[in-house]
């Protein structure tokens, strides 16, 4: 007998333990309902979890996940989450040769510094009052898009109103983004620094006719109505945590180790199947909320699953024993490293990596941006590791989709390694190799995560770490009222997949919960 059988029916089974189904377990539970969550793991968080992976060194990582920004006020205050942001100090910094000499372009530390900055880069104050009206424009959308997340999907035509700016819809919904950068923007670096926001995740050129960029682009600049991307304290997996923690408060099981394995549903009643390593079960929903991919969904309930979206990131995890010196000495590491620190992200070197990649050969010069979390929370730090002067690195690279792994993924993911780290080492004034830790094995403290190793690890069809292409954020043929709704009643979509899916949000969850509450007997 498994854990669950004599339960009869829930009135929410929720597949899936990852941060978007526990925000939907607990705004049901909270509304009083029944709710189950399966989770085949020993643990929860998906990819949004806090992890060790370094043998005995005591560095909680956010392994998959690293930054917050899509995650609305509106969900922490609803389930009264215990979950904190800080802000970085700097917003980026890049480093750049120019005239044969190292400089580079730091934004952030007040708005005259900023502008100090751009004007010893480019020798004008050009392209960063560019920079404050392109921004302004994007702050203003985003005050007025982000909102609506949390509310029924609005049409295409009534979006465009709340917008009200036809300048701002069509250089963001209408042309490729890359227009507007270089009509607004003339400097190479610039212009790269700004693209960057479209590449996340997607492999598109700045032109690409779908506008799959500018997609990317739009969600990376509307969160909070701001834009800002903030660390969680104490890692990502400390969101899951308080997340678990609500649900459990409210009266949600949470039950690790069963795997879904099958939904059987006449559109008001389901069956749930699953697995443990007991054998398999039983228990009966009125409604199942899938927090998985959309082939996953199609999977447990029979369906013809979508084309997977191609994943195109490298991911590494570091621990330092120090932060590497810069060749441009007039830039402390410590302000450099605590932004976003782009690499290679120049407009024609990343338009050179795209079609180099496209061509099928990995990127002669591999973009990617770092971040070190642990200078705005050391928290993730043991003691002694705070102590001694140890950081964290996190790497995200672009312009690597899956196709370019499947020869042999191992190979290529070392070779990928090494000319990224190339690439940054040309910045430094000694080598990254020379700062890294070593664990309780003396081996170095790095890992690198491939889009197939995603595959195999969180099971992201294509390793896309958005499930799907991200899509549009109103209604479009078929999206259903929240963006949640699939081709059986009972069932919805609340991963990441959902229309409004992608990144660290609780969006999807929230709003298949609300779609449950507001449906019939909700």
């Not at 854990?3 to 333990?17: K, N, S």
């Not at 649900?247 to 939904?263: F, K, L, P, Q, S």
């Not at 024609?348 to 061509?359: F, G, M, S």
Request: hydrophobic residues 40%; glycine residues 12%.
């Amino acid at each position: 007998m498994t854990a669950l059988e004599g339960h009869g029916t829930y009135d929410a089974v929720i597949v899936g333990g990852g941060h978007n189904g526990l925000v939907a377990a607990a705004y049901l539970a909270r509304a009083g309902r029944s709710v189950l969550v399966l989770e085949r793991l020993d643990h929860i968080g998906g990819a949004a979890v806090s992890t060790r992976p370094f043998a005995g060194v005591d560095a909680r990582l956010s392994r998959y996940s690293y930054l917050v920004s899509l995650l609305p006020q509106k969900i922490v205050r609803d389930l009264a989450l215990d979950f904190r942001l800080r802000t970085r100090t700097v917003s980026s910094y890049t480093p750049v040769e120019r005239d044969g000499r190292p400089t580079g372009l730091l934004v952030g530390g007040g708005e005259e510094r900023t502008r100090e900055a751009f004007a010893r880069l480019t020798g004008s104050d050009r392209e960063y009052e560019a920079w404050q009206r392109f921004y302004g424009m994007t702050g203003r959308v985003a005050r007025r898009v982000f909102p609506t997340l949390t509310e029924p999907l609005p049409s295409r035509d009534a979006l465009r109103r709340r917008v009200d700016d036809e300048d701002a819809w069509r250089i963001l919904f209408e042309e490729p983004i890359g227009v507007a950068v270089e009509d607004r923007f003339a400097d190479d670096l610039v212009r790269g620094v700004v693209l960057t926001d479209g590449l996340i995740g997607t492999f598109a050129d700045a032109h690409d006719p779908s506008l799959r960029q500018n997609r990317c682009f739009l969600y990376h600049v509307i969160g909070g109505g701001t834009g800002d991307w903030d660390v969680p304290v104490g890692g990502m997996g400390a969101l899951t945590d308080a997340l678990a923690a609500a649900a459990r408060r409210a009266g949600a099981v949470v039950a690790t180790g069963h795997e879904a394995v099958r939904v059987a549903t006449d559109g008001r009643r389901a069956e749930v199947t699953y697995r443990t390593r007991d054998g398999e079960g039983t228990v009966g929903a009125r409604h199942v909320l899938v927090n998985a991919s959309p082939q996953a969904l199609a999977a447990l309930t029979g369906d013809t699953p979508p084309e997977p979206a191609e994943g195109a990131q490298l991911k590494v995890n570091m621990l330092l024993k120090r932060l590497p010196r810069l060749r441009d000495a007039s830039v402390d590491p410590r302000e450099a490293f605590s932004g976003t620190f782009h690499i290679a992200e120049g407009y024609e070197q990343l338009a050179t990596a795209h079609a180099q990649a496209a061509a099928g050969e990995l990127p002669a010069a591999p973009p990617s941006e770092i971040y070190c979390h642990s200078l705005t929370d050391p928290t993730i730090l043991g003691p002694d590791l705070v102590e001694q002067g140890y950081q964290t690195l996190t790497l995200f690279g672009l312009h690597t989709p899956a196709r370019l792994f499947t020869r042999d993924n191992d190979a290529v993911r070392e070779e990928l390694l090494k000319s990224t780290l190339a690439q940054l080492d040309a910045h430094l004034a000694e080598p990254l190799a020379d700062c890294l830790a070593t664990d309780a094995d003396g081996r170095p403290c790095i890992e690198a995560r491939t889009p197939l190793d995603l595959e195999r690890d969180l099971r992201l069809p294509g390793g896309n770490i958005f499930h799907r292409a991200l899509t549009w954020p109103y209604a479009q043929e078929g999206t259903g009222r929240w963006g949640v709704e699939t081709g059986h009643a009972n069932v919805l979509l609340c991963g990441a997949g959902a229309v409004r899916g992608g990144g660290v949000s609780g969006v999807p969850g929230h709003n298949a919960a609300m779609a449950v509450l507001e449906g019939p007997g909700g």
